[in-house]
């Protein structure tokens, strides 16, 4: 196993399990051309934790993943989708900016598939998750971040 994915596998065994606090979870649809139906939807939580800014990275990179992998493909982003495609290192490096004290993640479309995707982790450990046209997906991804099933078993 190269080095990238072992370093995105450390992030990932590291973060899941993180405990937080949700302080707002906002979302909201609209109608647009010819009928489209978008969405916004904005969670606002806050690591749980002594040190939460140490987990920033951890955090941004374990979101980043989730919204790659439940993304697909939208109008004529087709073109350029590659199915067996994994979520990597470089591509989030690309996302990632430092702005006004916070580290954020920001993306639109990544090999194809509608990530619409930002993320806000300001010191102190608040985070902003924001999507776009991608309905309620984000809440699942806090599920997940936390180590939490979403999926029950049917008897």
Not at 11 to 24: A, M, R, Y
Not at 39 to 65: R, Y
């Amino acid at each position: 196993m190269n080095v990238e994915k072992l370093t995105g596998l450390k992030l990932l065994e590291e973060t899941v399990g993180i405990p937080l606090k949700i302080v707002s979870n906002d979302y909201e649809e609209t109608r647009g051309f010819e009928d489209c139906l978008l969405s916004h939807h904005e969670i606002v939580f806050q690591i749980k934790e002594e040190d939460p800014d140490d987990w920033a990275i951890g955090v941004l990179f374990c979101l980043s993943l989730m919204s790659f992998t439940y993304a697909v493909p939208r109008g004529m982003s087709e073109i350029e989708f590659v199915p067996d495609e994994e979520w990597n290192l470089g591509y989030f490096v690309q996302g990632l900016q430092f702005r006004y004290k916070a580290i954020r993640f920001t993306s639109d479309y990544v090999s194809g598939r509608l990530m619409k995707t930002d993320i806000k982790f300001e010191p102190g450990g608040q985070v902003t998750l924001t999507t776009r046209n991608r309905g309620r997906g984000a809440e699942r991804w806090l599920l997940n971040l936390q180590g939490k099933k979403h999926i029950q078993a049917v008897k």
